[in-house]
Nanobody
Framework: QVQLVESGGGLVQAGGSLRLSCAASGLTFSSYAMGWFRQAPGSEREFVAGISRYATSTYYADSVKGRFTISRDNAKNTVLLQANSLKPEDTAVYYC????????????????????WGQGTQVTVSS
């Protein structure tokens, strides 16, 4: 019954921006830390950004720090990824994931620790 649905991907020119959204249902959203991952063809899935249960903590991969911002709205069961100054190397399928946590400030970058995953949304950055 748990469902995570990503949206907001698309084609954008280098230097442009996209806002990715993840809508969650079937879970107590505030009990989960949330993360964004991405996977390019032929590459491993990599951590992009994470946010703790009440957004007291955030963490970013070095490759996106300063360009991407993760946020959440627990009342709407959504997590967002604002992606600015996009580069061709950001091209990938972006996945939303949920990680059940007791600790209020916990975030993990380890994909195997996440409990639920969305189907992904394609981001393509042209040069």
């Amino acid at each position: 019954q748990v469902q995570l649905v990503e949206s907001g991907g698309g084609l954008v020119q280098a230097g442009g921006s996209l806002r990715l959204s993840c809508a969650a249902s079937g879970l107590t959203f505030s009990s989960y830390a949330m993360g964004w991952f991405r996977q390019a063809p032929g590459s491993e899935r990599e951590f992009v950004a994470g946010i703790s249960r009440y957004a007291t903590s955030t963490y970013y991969a070095d490759s996106v720090k300063g360009r991407f911002t993760i946020s959440r709205d627990n009342a709407k069961n959504t997590v967002l990824l604002q992606a600015n100054s996009l580069k061709p190397e950001d091209t990938a399928v972006y996945y939303c994931a949920a990680d059940l946590r007791y600790a209020l400030g916990a975030i993990t970058s380890r994909d195997y620790e996440y409990d639920y995953w969305g189907q992904g949304t394609q981001v393509t950055v042209s040069s």
